[in-house]
Structures are given as C-alpha cells and as structure tokens.
C-alpha cells in the first residue's frame, strides 16, 4: 500500500473514532442527566437557587435568531413565485394562468406527503445535522428553478421544493417544544414565525432590487430572483451547521445544573400536580415507539385542530402568493406593488409577537385564535365589498394583521395539548402537512381571470375561516368537559389506580394531564 493511502485510512479512522467518542459522551451526557430528573429526591425545590430567567434569555439568543433565519429563507423560497410572476415569469415561459396555479398547487402535495417522515427522523439524526441538510437541498432546488425553460420543468421544480422544504417548519416548531415550556412556548413560535411576515416584507423589497438585475448573463429578472435567494439559503445552510445546538441535554452554553433544569420541567409540564406535591408523578414518554405515532393519527383533537388551521393556513397562503398580483391589479405599477406589501407584513410581524407575549402571560390559546379569525371577516369582507383600491388595501391589511398573530397560536394550542415527544413529534407534522394541503386549495382560489375584484377567492376565504370558527369552539367545549371529568376522578384518588409508567405511557389520556384551553 502507498504511504499516501496508509495516511489517509489512518486520517479517517481518526476521524471516525473521534466522532464515536463524541456521540458516546454525550450519550452518557444525557443518561445521566436523565437520571438526575427523575430521580425521586429531586424536585422544583432542588433547582432554586437558579435564575429561571436568565436560563430562559440564554435559551432564547442561541436558539430563536438562527430559527428565525432559517424560516425567513424557507418563506421567502416558497412564496417568490409571486414576485417572479410579476416580473415577467408567466409570460417569458408561456404558461396559462391555470399552469401557473399547477405549479403552486403541486409544490404542497409533496410538502405534505414528506412531514411526518421528516419529523420523526428529526430527533434520531439530530437537528443540528438534519436542518442545515434539507436546507441545502432545498436551495440547490431554488437556484435550479432559476435556469428551468418551460412549464414543465418549472412544476416538476415545484415538486421537489415540496420534498425538500417539508420538514423545516414542523422541524423547528416541534424543536422549540424540546426546549421550552408551553406555557412560554408561543412567544417564542411567534418570534421565529413573524419572520415569515418579514420574509414578506423582504421579498417585495428584495424582489424590487432583483428585478433590475434584468439582461444581466442574458437572463430576465425573475430568475435571478430564484438564483440568488436560493444560493443565499445554501450559505446559510453552512452556518447552521456548526450554531444550530440539539438539545438540552446536550447545550455547551448551560451549566451541568441548568441543563438538569429544563429537563425537569419539560418532563412534569402539562401535569395537574407538580413533582413535590406528594401524588403519583408523571414524567413525559421520551423514547420511541410506533404506538405513539399511530396514537398521533388516531387523536380526534389533531384532525378537528387541523380545520382550525384551514381557516388561518388558506388566507395565509392566498395572501402570500397573491398579494402582489392584487396590489398590481388595483391599478399600480408591479414596482409599487412590490414596495406597498412591506408596512402590512412588518406590521403583522410586529403583532404576532405582541399577542404571543399576552397569550403566554394569560395561558390561553382559544380566545386570541378565535378572536383574530373573526377579524379576518372583517377584512376579507372589506375586500369583496368594495372596488376602491385603499379599501381594498385596508382589509387585506386587516387580514394580514389577523394571520400572523393566528399562526403560532393555533400551532401552539395543538403542541401544548399533545404530551409524549414522539407523539407530540408526529401529531404536529400531522397538523402542519395536513393542514398545508390547505395551500394547495388557496393556491387556485385567486385566478385571473376574477381579478380585479376577486369575489370567489375572498369568498373561499371566508367559508374556510368560518369553518375554523366551528372547529375552534367545538376544541373549547371538548377540552373543558374532560378537563372537568378528569378534575372530578382525581378528587375521588383516580390516578392511583395506575403507575407512574402507564400513566406516562397514557400521555395526553392520562388523568393528569390538563388540556390547555
């Protein structure tokens, strides 16, 4: 053998064994610290001379920024589609618009389809390796879409920017749970999801500056659009490599005792009684097995949750993909259009924050939800009852308003009542890619055909978010009753009827645990 193959076999055996000594420690890392928690002497008490706060502020500038980074690309990816229309890209490649809405709608079939799958491989291949990956491919697929030639080649992009960006949402809502408490936890969905309200604000203004990129390398300036966010997205996909932490169990930048801490809560959270009150404690199931994501399917809470999340997911994405083309169609120029969503996305930014803080502070999900789901009536009623351009703009202003602040809310609700992390893992994959077939719907209900005003796709509108309204109230009156049947058996020593085990294994089913309402 030549000594230069006999360095690099010693090179890559080096290597090799490094990272298994790594995964080893850190296995053990986690073990031990797991037998810390649930250990019988500790309890809340063991951990008070930390600074809950301050953990908590830590968490929140190593984890939030480069989420929310993270989730501006895979917005701005998704949704530019929109911006190139109106910088020639139906046109230039001689697609009808009912092609161009094929090529919408089909991106969300494949999103949907590879949710779950992706979730569940999530936690096995770690977040800090499986995020950044799926990244890359999803911008190697956008800078690709930059250079298709014909209707075909854009769909058949389409398709596999479904497959590629599927598991970046649910893949960081279901991370934060792994982190944060959920009373505390729609704060932070919210502070990574209004960056899909900036990723709109920033593709009109970046799709603006774009666009005079036209003629440059003889290509037309839509295409650098695609060109450029995509290559951006693989250089950020780099950086998530090595910023992107795992878990708790695992975070450099906590202490072996405040790693100890969040654990702790995390595992007792959702119970009607905390670890040192003397009752039967449970701690949520952590390891995997089949049985908790066919439990996800079988939930009846998951699939009425998701018709909540129509009434929000199909304005959300009509709004997305067609605000320009609105603006543009009241009368002004596809400049102007551009620039005039910036103040309605930063705005909405804005409030989603807002409202997430209040919501936590409250530990109430259902009254935000449904209270914005009425004021998106009023907005998209604005928007089908007048042909004045600045009334027009209001309500979809109003809407936009409403969505944002909705969002996290609605995905909040649903992870804080699912206990278990594989079940709570696949349940909101359920939710979101389910629930995202909600875009493939939207995606056709503004054709061109109806514009300017738009009365059918407003109208649609309004019957999903009506249907929402139903689902959200049904979720209140249900999970009030049983919170009440379950307060009920307790009183009676109900819970002493089973062990710690099955009761953990029960999850959500378990007497207590109390559904947030």
Known sequence: MAPSDEISNFAKTDVEHNEYCEEKEARN????IDAVVTAPETTLESFADLDEKKILRKMDIRLIPMLAVLYLLSFLDRGNIGNAKIEGLQEDLRMSSDEYNWCLTVFFFTYAAFEVPSNLLLKKL???????????????????????????????SRLFLGVTEAGLYPGCA??????????????????????ASIAGAFSGLLAFGIAKMDGIGNLEGWRW?????????????????FVLHDFPETASFLTEKEREFVVFRLKYQGQFRGKDSGQTQVAQAEEFDWRYVFAAFKDWQIWVNIFVYWGIVCPLYGISLFLP??????????????????????????????????????????PFVIAFLFMMIVGFSMCISSTNP????GGVFVVACAIYPAFPGVVTWLSNNLAGSYKRSAGMAIQIGVGNLGGAIASNFYRQRDSPRYILGHGLELGFIGAGIIAAFILVVAYA????????????????????????AQGDRAVTFRYMI
């Not at 543009?328 to 102007?336: A, E, M, R």
């Not at 009753?481 to 953990?504: C, H, P, V, W, Y």
Request: charged share 15%; aromatic share 12%.
């Open 481 to 504: 009753t049983i919170n009440k049947k379950r307060d009920k058996i307790l009183q009676e020593g109900g819970e002493m009827r089973f062990t710690a085990e099955e009761l953990s």
């Open 390 to 393: 600045r009334v027009v703009y």
């Open 126 to 156: 770690r977040p800090s390796r499986w995020l950044p990956l799926i990244m890359i491919a999803w911008g190697a697929v956008m800078t690709l879409m930059g250079i298709v030639r014909s209707f075909h080649g854009l769909l058949i």
């Open 29 to 32: 890392g986690v073990d031990r």
């Open 225 to 241: 659009i695609f060109i450029l966010e995509g290559l951006a997205t693989v250089a950020i996909a780099i950086i998530a490599f």
């Open 325 to 366: 083309t609105i603006i543009k169609n009241l009368g002004y120029s596809s400049s102007t259009a551009q620039l005039m969503t910036v103040p309605i996305y930063i705005t909405a930014a804005i409030l989603a924050v807002l409202f997430a803080f209040i919501s936590d502070r409250v530990g109430k999900r259902s």
């Open 174 to 195: 279901y991370y934060l749970t792994m982190w944060y408490c959920r009373h505390e936890i729609q704060l932070r969905q919210a502070m990574f999801f209004s960056a």
